[in-house]
């Protein structure tokens, strides 16, 4: 076992390293009070091992090669690091106390288990332990705020909201306090202009200087333990029936065995659900680790997921979705045939995660208010970032009081919403994106530890509307599995319902119209693949309003809608907003409706029955 290691009266050290000599520094606080080395001889491949026989009590540790210390890669608590953006003593070295070790297994804990919640029954919510509730606004106590603690406090409006899973941006120890960068001029390779501001942060935590087994000490409430605390925020969020996913950055150079040990950790010593995989890593090989089996993982692509079990717990986690469903969006032409193979799931092997937005890029509400990033405050000369973002302003760039683009906001943000909620795969949401959540037009907050990042709580009660809707789109979602169902839809008749499982329309019933000018499409879902009610789903992504002649409903049914973007509240809190009697539905410009097949009372020698809908098929 590599890092240390307590046997008897003797600490046995083993670390990683290609030095030709390697030394032990033992710390009293920020002295260093003795330097061991290494012994040659117990020297195995790269593997280095330092028996100490003698109490060590009360010291800290690093190690030393080729005069530069650095920390223990397998440590699971260090010193130094209480305070987020500030070094200690001066100094970017982590020390790991003496003792240190995984957390004790209290039977209480030992009960904890993997929720295991399904791919297609799952709705993720993305945030940042900080900045979840650093804000004021949050009303979380100064002791609590960005911590994780802090987000047990906010369990009850996790709940309401409706989500079964947590994403943590990274959650372990990594150095915040970023080193100045350079530009490399390749022709005498000698250092240019600072390309980075001195003293920056950086707020995300993807970075090489991480140490990736411990909890990270300043995401820790006031007095408290960052093994503990993180594991009280495990156990309780599984109490409540909410997943755990942590982020986990690795660079090319990482070794695999570590990675491999990194992942197994967090399993077996924090009980996380799962880990989304960022930057270069094994991932056919860790899919194949036995520890991990049954371990959520996330990666940007699987390539050749492995058959059995495992592809059951893997997912695809990249932009795809949002890039594209933000052209369809806006309204880009010849996007309709690319809405039609989102909607109908994916069939690479593996689960898929989607979002129309995420920490990483815009917010959702600056999607449809800015065409281009402002991140000037990155210092960066606003050269940082995607120029590609596939917004639009609405007709007006950034913060606006014309009432017009503030309407028309509004509802392309319920349209987004709906384009993420009803399709097939695994929606996440980013936080805070359900109440308006703006970074003014920054794209790559990544050095923005401030009201640039944190969450603005007061947004909430200021956009209660979007919240109702989003809090209500969940709902609906979950109860209507045709919307969320585990293999992707085929459009054929394959169970004889005579109806496929998901038939597309254009303005004219069972005819799609695809030319490359068309912006609308009506997507109808048989109920009876699904053992739901059926729906006919109608996308207006022009400028124009549109009249769709809806497919005749099944047998003794009809249409109602329950869902239209172009209303403020959007869906109904009884049921139904309006009937179609006639058969034509109008959709206005940039709008869309969700109608459902409801069940009509069929009298039968003095009874009243309602029919069991999906089980007959449906006619032009």
Same mark, same amino acid.
Request: hydrophobic share 35%; proline share 5%; with cysteine.
């Given at each position: 076992?590599?890092?240390?290691?307590?046997?008897?009266?003797?600490?046995?050290?083993?670390?990683?390293s290609?030095?030709?000599?390697?030394?032990?520094?033992?710390?009293?606080?920020?002295?260093?009070? $003795?330097?061991l080395?290494?012994?040659?001889e117990?020297?195995?491949?790269?593997?280095?091992?330092?028996?100490?026989?003698?109490?060590?009590?009360?010291?800290?540790?690093?190690?030393?090669?080729?005069?530069?210390?650095?920390?223990?890669?397998?440590?699971?608590?260090?010193?130094g690091?209480r305070?987020?953006?500030?070094?200690?003593?001066?100094?970017?070295?982590?020390?790991?106390?003496?003792?240190?070790?995984p957390?004790?297994?209290?039977?209480?804990?030992?009960?904890? =288990?993997?929720?295991?919640?399904?791919?297609?029954?799952?709705?993720?919510?993305?945030?940042?332990? =900080?900045?979840?509730?650093?804000?004021?606004?949050?009303?979380?106590?100064?002791?609590?705020?960005?911590?994780f603690?802090?987000?047990?406090?906010?369990?009850?409006?996790?709940?309401?909201?409706?989500?079964?899973?947590?994403?943590?941006?990274?959650?372990?120890?990594?150095?915040e306090?970023?080193?100045?960068?350079?530009?490399?001029e390749?022709?005498?390779?000698?250092?240019?202009?600072?390309?980075?501001?001195?003293?920056?942060?950086?707020?995300?935590?993807?970075?090489?200087?991480?140490?990736?087994?411990?909890?990270?000490?300043?995401y820790?409430?006031?007095g408290?333990?960052?093994?503990?605390?993180?594991?009280?925020?495990?156990?309780?969020l599984?109490?409540?029936?909410?997943?755990?996913i942590?982020?986990?950055?690795?660079?090319?150079?990482?070794?695999?065995?570590?990675?491999?040990?990194?992942?197994?950790?967090?399993?077996?010593?924090?009980?996380?659900?799962?880990?989304?995989?960022?930057?270069?890593?094994?991932?056919?090989?860790?899919?194949?680790?036995?520890?991990?089996?049954?371990?959520?993982?996330?990666?940007?692509?699987?390539?050749?997921?492995?058959?059995?079990?495992?592809?059951?717990?893997?997912?695809?986690?990249?932009?795809?979705?949002?890039?594209?469903?933000?052209?369809?969006?806006?309204?880009?032409?010849?996007?309709?045939?690319?809405?039609?193979?989102?909607?109908?799931?994916?069939?690479?092997?593996?689960?898929a995660? $989607?979002?129309m937005?995420?920490?990483?890029?815009?917010?959702?509400?600056?999607?449809?208010?800015?065409?281009?990033?402002?991140?000037e405050?990155?210092?960066?000369?606003?050269?940082?970032?995607?120029?590609?973002?596939f917004?639009?302003?609405c007709?007006?760039?950034?913060?606006?009081r014309?009432?017009?683009?503030?309407?028309?906001?509004?509802?392309?943000?319920?349209?987004a919403?709906l384009?993420l909620?009803?399709?097939?795969?695994?929606?996440?949401?980013?936080?805070?994106?359900?109440?308006?959540?703006?970074?003014?037009?920054?794209?790559?907050?990544?050095?923005?530890?401030?009201?640039?990042?944190w969450?603005?709580?007061?947004?909430?009660?200021?956009?209660r509307?979007?919240?109702?809707?989003t809090?209500?789109?969940?709902r609906?979602?979950?109860?209507?599995?045709?919307?969320?169902?585990?293999?992707?839809?085929?459009?054929?008749?394959?169970r004889?319902?005579?109806?496929?499982?998901?038939?597309f329309?254009?303005?004219?019933?069972?005819?799609v119209?695809?030319?490359?000018?068309?912006?609308?499409?009506g997507?109808?879902?048989?109920?009876?693949?699904?053992?739901d009610?059926?729906?006919?789903?109608?996308?207006?992504?022009?400028?124009?309003?549109?009249?769709? $002649?809806?497919?005749?409903?099944?047998?003794?049914?009809?249409?109602?809608?329950?869902?239209?973007?172009?209303?403020e509240?959007?869906?109904?809190?009884?049921g139904?907003?309006?009937?179609?009697?006639?058969?034509?539905?109008?959709v206005?410009?940039?709008s869309?409706?969700?109608?459902?097949?409801v069940?009509?009372?069929?009298?039968?020698?003095?009874?009243t =029955?309602r029919?069991?809908?999906?089980?007959?098929?449906?006619?032009?």
């Amino acid at each position: 076992m590599l890092g240390l290691e307590k046997s008897g009266d003797s600490y046995i050290f083993r670390v990683v390293s290609d030095a030709e000599e390697l030394f032990l520094n033992l710390y009293r606080g920020a002295r260093r009070i $003795r330097q061991l080395r290494f012994p040659p001889e117990e020297r195995i491949g790269d593997v280095w091992t330092l028996r100490v026989s003698e109490k060590l009590t009360g010291l800290s540790y690093a190690y030393e090669a080729d005069g530069r210390a650095f920390s223990d890669p397998n440590g699971f608590a260090f010193t130094g690091r209480r305070h987020f953006g500030r070094l200690r003593d001066g100094t970017r070295l982590l020390r790991t106390p003496i003792g240190a070790s995984p957390p004790e297994e209290t039977e209480e804990w030992q009960r904890d =288990r993997a929720l295991q919640t399904p791919y297609e029954d799952s709705i993720i919510y993305r945030i940042h332990v =900080r900045g979840f509730t650093q804000d004021r606004s949050s009303g979380v106590g100064q002791g609590k705020r960005g911590s994780f603690a802090g987000i047990l406090e906010k369990l009850p409006y996790l709940r309401e909201l409706g989500v079964t899973a947590l994403e943590l941006l990274p959650p372990y120890e990594f150095n915040e306090v970023m080193l100045p960068h350079f530009a490399e001029e390749p022709a005498e390779g000698e250092r240019q202009a600072l390309l980075r501001p001195t003293g920056q942060i950086n707020y995300w935590g993807f970075t090489e200087d991480a140490l990736r087994i411990a909890p990270k000490a300043s995401y820790v409430s006031a007095g408290g333990s960052p093994q503990e605390e993180f594991r009280t925020l495990v156990q309780t969020l599984h109490r409540n029936g909410i997943e755990l996913i942590v982020d986990l950055y690795f660079t090319e150079d990482t070794l695999p065995s570590y990675i491999h040990t990194v992942l197994r950790c967090w399993r077996t010593a924090y009980h996380v659900d799962g880990v989304h995989l960022i930057g270069s890593a094994p991932y056919a090989e860790l899919a194949r680790d036995p520890y991990l089996r049954r371990f959520k993982l996330w990666a940007d692509r699987w390539d050749s997921p492995p058959d059995g079990q495992s592809r059951h717990f893997l997912a695809e986690y990249n932009d795809g979705f949002q890039n594209e469903m933000r052209r369809v969006l806006k309204g880009d032409e010849n996007m309709l045939p690319t809405l039609m193979g989102r909607l109908r799931g994916c069939t690479a092997g593996a689960a898929a995660i $989607r979002y129309m937005a995420n920490e990483e890029g815009f917010t959702l509400w600056d999607l449809l208010s800015y065409d281009r990033k402002h991140n000037e405050k990155n210092g960066e000369g606003n050269r940082d970032g995607t120029d590609y973002n596939f917004s639009w302003n609405c007709g007006e760039e950034g913060r606006s009081r014309r009432k017009s683009v503030k309407l028309l906001r509004r509802k392309m943000l319920r349209n987004a919403l709906l384009l993420l909620f009803l399709s097939q795969g695994t929606p996440l949401l980013n936080a805070g994106d359900e109440f308006g959540r703006t970074k003014n037009g920054n794209n790559n907050s990544y050095c923005q530890d401030n009201g640039t990042s944190w969450l603005n709580w007061r947004l909430l009660e200021k956009n209660r509307e979007l919240f109702e809707f989003t809090k209500a789109l969940i709902r609906f979602r979950k109860a209507h599995r045709v919307f969320h169902q585990r293999e992707p839809l085929r459009g054929l008749d394959y169970r004889s319902r005579g109806i496929p499982d998901i038939s597309f329309h254009g303005e004219n019933a069972w005819r799609v119209d695809l030319e490359h000018y068309r912006r609308e499409l009506g997507v109808m879902y048989a109920g009876g693949y699904a053992e739901d009610e059926s729906f006919l789903v109608l996308y207006n992504f022009h400028w124009e309003d549109h009249s769709f $002649r809806l497919p005749h409903p099944l047998p003794e049914t009809r249409w109602r809608v329950v869902i239209d973007t172009e209303e403020e509240r959007g869906i109904s809190s009884d049921g139904a907003l309006r009937e179609i009697t006639d058969g034509v539905c109008v959709v206005r410009a940039r709008s869309i409706v969700v109608i459902q097949a409801v069940s009509e009372p069929v009298q039968r020698k003095g009874r009243t =029955r309602r029919r069991k809908q999906g089980n007959t098929g449906g006619r032009v």
